[in-house]
C-alpha cells in the first residue's frame, strides 16, 4: 500500500536536528519538503544552503506569509519555545498540524494550544522527547515498577554535561513515583562509608549518574526482586535517534483532531 | 488496609518448585496453608518431613479427599502435567481456584477447562511461566518491536542445558512475529567465515544461544535503530524468581472468576 | 601427565567455605583429604556429619595433634583469623604448606609468617579474596587506568549489605590510585541537583553501588576516552566462585618457598 | 616536566584517519605539524583544505623531497600499504621515526622493515588497531583465558558490515588459542533446534556476532566458571578511539631503536 505523500514545512532548518529532519524528508519516500522557515535566508532555496540536502524547497523569512503561500499538510518545528510557540498557533489557524519538539512551553501555553487545536480539529503534537526509545524505557519502567518496586536508575552520559542526574533520569523516577510507594531501599543499617555511593535518593529509590569521555547518554532502570534482576535500558549514539519519533509523529498528526503531549501518548 | 486471609492447599510440596511455594506461604503474612497433597506422607504434617517449613498443615495422598474435608480459597499446583489436569478439574468442580504452573496441557485440555471454570464461575491461572520479569521482557519485546522491527535476542544458560535456543527465546520471537513484517537483517551481501556466526534465523532476526558454566538463565533483546539501541533484559538467578508470580497469580485469581491462560493476561 | 596426588588437611569443615572446599577435593583427581580440624566433632569422620561428603577423613580438635598425626602437604585454612594465624604458624612448623583465607591478619603477624616461612623454605599463601575474576579485574583495571585515566566504578550487590561501597570496590580504586593521578572528573561546573547523584569521590574517580533484592556481588569498572568505552566486569553468583582460586593456590604453594600474600601474586 | 616537542610529518592528511590525526596534533601541546604527505595539493597549506585544522604547514606530493626538506622526528602514515611500505622506508633511511596504521602488510614487508630499522638504529611503530581499547581487551582476554578456559564473544556492529565474524573477534579467538587446550563447550549432548543459535566454532569456543542499525563496533568476551562470570569488553563510538593509539605510538616510538608490530608491544 502506497502512503499518501505529506508536504512538509521546517521551521529552523539550518539547527542540529532541524537539519536532520531535512534528511529524515529526504529518505523517506511519502514525505515532501515543501517550504522552510528561518530567521535568515529568506527567497533562498535549501540546495543553496551549504549541508544541506539538495531540494528546491523555499526559505521564508515570515511564517505566516509561509503559511499563507504555501500548500502544506504538516510544520515540523524544531527552534526554541518562544517561536515554537509562535509558530505552532499559526499553523493550528492556517491549517496545518504542527509537530514540536520542546520542553519549554509553560502549562498555560499548553492549555491554549490544546484549546485552540481543539477548536479547528486540527491535530497537533507536542514531544519534549523525540527519541522512541527513550519514552518507550520510561514507559516500561513504569509499567514494571508496578510488579517490581524496588528499583535503581543509572545514567551514564560525556563528560561535557553539566547536571546530574539527566532530565530523562529525573523524568523516569517521577513516573515510577506515580506507581511505587515510597520506601527506603536497601538495608535498613546501611551504611555509606564514601558519602554519595548509595547515589541521589528519590522516595528511596536511588539514582547513579556516570560521567566519562566517549560516552553520549544512555540510561539503564534496574529492578530487582528475589532471585531476579529486570532491566531497561537505553543507548543514544547520537542525534539520529531522535528522528524516529519524528517520522513517527508526521504519520500520526494526520489522523488526529486533538493536540498530544508526549510521544508516549501516540504510541499504541 | 489488611488483606483478607487467603487459605491454599499445595500439591507437589517436596518439589523444588513445590517447597519453594511453602516458603513464599510461610513469609506472606495474609497467605495460609491449610493442607498439601503429595504422593507419599499421607497423614504426616508438613513439619514433619526434613527441610520444609514448621508447618501443621496435614499431607493428603488422595487430592478428592483433600479438597473435600479442607476448607480452601487456592490450590497451588506444581506437579507434572497429567497430575496437574486432574488436580485441577477437581478444584474447579470443590469451589477451589487453582494456580497451575505448567506448558504440558494440550490446546484440548487448556479449552474443557476454560469452559468448566466458566460454568462454575471459578477463577483460575494456568503460567507456563510464572517468573514476571521474563513474561515482562517478553510482553515489552512485543510492544518495542512495532516501532524497532530489527531485532537479535541474546540469551545466556548454564553449559548443562541441552537445547539451543531456549524455549523462552523462541516464545519471544514467536510474539515479535505477531508485530514484525519478515526481513532479512544485516547487510544483503553479508557473509559469514565461520557458519554459525549470525546466529538462528527467524523470519529474519536472529537468536544466539550462549552455554557457560557458573551462568543460571539471562536473556536480552536488542533493538537497533539509527543512532540508538534499546533493550530489554532479564536475568534470573535462581527458583526464588517465579515466586513473585505465584504470590500474584494467587492474589489475582481471587478475584476471578473465569480461567486465564499465561501470566501476562493478569498483569494489568 | 598425571598430576601428583596432593594430600589436604581442612580447617573448618563445616563452615560455609569449608564445605565448600570439601566439595572441591572430592571432585578434584588429584586432591586427598587426609584430615580435617573443627573445634568440635574430635574423633568422628567427615562423612559422619550431615551434608559432607562421603569422606573416611578423621576430624580433629586439635590442630598440633592432626598435623603430627597425619601426612599431609597443604593446609587449607577458612576459619577466622586467630585461629588461622595459630594454624598457619602450626602448619609451617610441620612442613606442611598452608592456604589461608583472610584478610584480617595484622601487618605484623603477616611479617611474622613471612619470615618463618622463609626460615623453613616452606611455601604458604594468604589470599583475602580467593575469586580469581574478582582479582583479575582488579589487576586489569589497574594497568587499563594507565592508558585511560578517567573511570568509574558501579558495584552492585544485594540489599543486605551493610556497606557502601563494597570493600573490592575500594580495593579497585585503591589500585587505581597506584597509577592514576589525582584527577576530578566530569564537566568543572557540574552540578549535583540532587545530592549523590554523582556517587562517591575517591582523588577525582566516581564510585557508585547499587543495593537491590536478588543480585549477589557485582562490580563492573568503566574507563572513559575519546570515542571509546573499556569495561572489565565480574560477576559473582555464589561461593563455589572461591574455589577456582583456592584449587590454584592449592597447586602453586606446592612450588613455592616463600610466602605470598594476595592471589594477584600468584597468577602469571 | 615539560615534554619535548616532537615534530610530525603526517601522510594521507585528508583520509577520515588522516584529519583525526591533524586534529591530534592541533590539540597536543607537545606535538608540532611540520609538513604533510599527500596524492594532491602539493604546495598548498594544511589551512588552505576545507575542514583541516588551520596549520601552515606545507603540503609536499613527493615523500622524499618532503623528508628531504622538512626537518621532522615522527612520520604518522595512515595512507594505503603500498604507499605505507615506501613512506616507512623512506623515513627509517631519512632517520624519520615511522608509525604506520595498517594490517596489509605482508610478512616479508615486516621483516624487511625490521631489519632496516634495526640497522639504522630508528625506531618504527607498525600497529593494525591503534584503539588501546581494542588492544587491551584483547591482551586481558588472553591472559584471563589461563585461568577461565571456558569463553564466549559476542560481537556487535552496525548493520553496514559485510563479513561476520570481526577481524578483532577472530585475532582475539586466535590469540585465545594460545593459552587454551581445544575443548568443546555446552553439554555434550546439546542440540541446536534452530541451526547457527550455538554461534560460529574456534576449538570448542563460541563467537556471536549481532548486526544492527545504530550500532557502532562493541564486542565483549565473557568467560563463565563455577559460581561467576567474567567479562572484558570494549565499545568503539567512533574514529577518535583510534587517537589514543596514535598519540602513545608517537611518544614510546621515539624512545624505541627498533621495530615493534602491534600497540600490545609498545603497552607496558
Redesign the interface.
Given at each position: 500500500m502506497t502512503k499518501d505523500t505529506i508536504r512538509i514545512i521546517v521551521a529552523g532548518p539550518r539547527g542540529r536536528m532541524g537539519s536532520e529532519a531535512l534528511q529524515l524528508i529526504d529518505r523517506t519516500a511519502h514525505f515532501e519538503l515543501v517550504a522552510a522557515i528561518d530567521r535568515k535566508n529568506g527567497g533562498k532555496r535549501i540546495s543553496d544552503i551549504d549541508g544541506l540536502p539538495a531540494s528546491d524547497a523555499v526559505i521564508y523569512e515570515d511564517a505566516a506569509v509561509c503559511l499563507d503561500e504555501v500548500q502544506a499538510d504538516v510544520l515540523i518545528d524544531l527552534t526554541i519555545p518562544e517561536t515554537g510557540y509562535k509558530h505552532m498557533r499559526l499553523a493550528i489557524e492556517h491549517g496545518v498540524r504542527p509537530v514540536v519538539g520542546t520542553s519549554g512551553f509553560t502549562e498555560e501555553q499548553v492549555g491554549e494550544l490544546e484549546k485552540l487545536s481543539e477548536e479547528k480539529g486540527i491535530g497537533a503534537i507536542i514531544a519534549p522527547n523525540f527519541?522512541?526509545?527513550a519514552v518507550?524505557?520510561m514507559q516500561?519502567a513504569k509499567?514494571?515498577a508496578?510488579?517490581?518496586p524496588?528499583?535503581?536508575i543509572?545514567e551514564?552520559h560525556h563528560?561535557?554535561?553539566?547536571?546530574?542526574?539527566s532530565g530523562t533520569a529525573?523524568k523516569t523516577a517521577q513516573l515510577i513515583q506515580e506507581v511505587r510507594e515510597p520506601a527506603r531501599?536497601?538495608?535498613p543499617?546501611?551504611?555509606?562509608?564514601?558519602?554519595?555511593?548509595?547515589?541521589?535518593?528519590?522516595d528511596g529509590m536511588?539514582?547513579?549518574?556516570?560521567?566519562?569521555?566517549?560516552?553520549?547518554a544512555h540510561q539503564e532502570v534496574?529492578?530487582?526482586?528475589?532471585?531476579?534482576?529486570?532491566?531497561?535500558?537505553?543507548?543514544?549514539?547520537?542525534?539520529?535517534?531522535?528522528?524516529?519519533g519524528v517520522e513517527?509523529a508526521v504519520d500520526r498528526v494526520m489522523k488526529m483532531e486533538v493536540l498530544a503531549y508526549g510521544l508516549e501518548n501516540i504510541?499504541?
Open positions: 527519541a522512541i526509545g518507550l524505557m516500561f509499567q514494571a508496578k510488579y517490581f524496588t528499583v535503581e543509572i551514564k563528560d561535557q554535561k553539566l547536571d546530574a542526574p529525573v531501599q536497601g538495608h543499617d546501611e551504611k555509606e562509608t564514601m558519602p554519595g555511593a548509595r547515589g541521589a535518593d528519590v536511588r539514582i547513579h549518574s556516570v560521567r566519562l569521555p566517549g560516552l553520549v534496574i529492578f530487582g526482586a528475589p532471585g531476579e534482576q529486570f532491566t531497561v535500558k537505553h543507548d543514544s549514539f547520537n542525534r539520529a535517534s531522535f528522528m524516529s513517527l504510541l499504541e
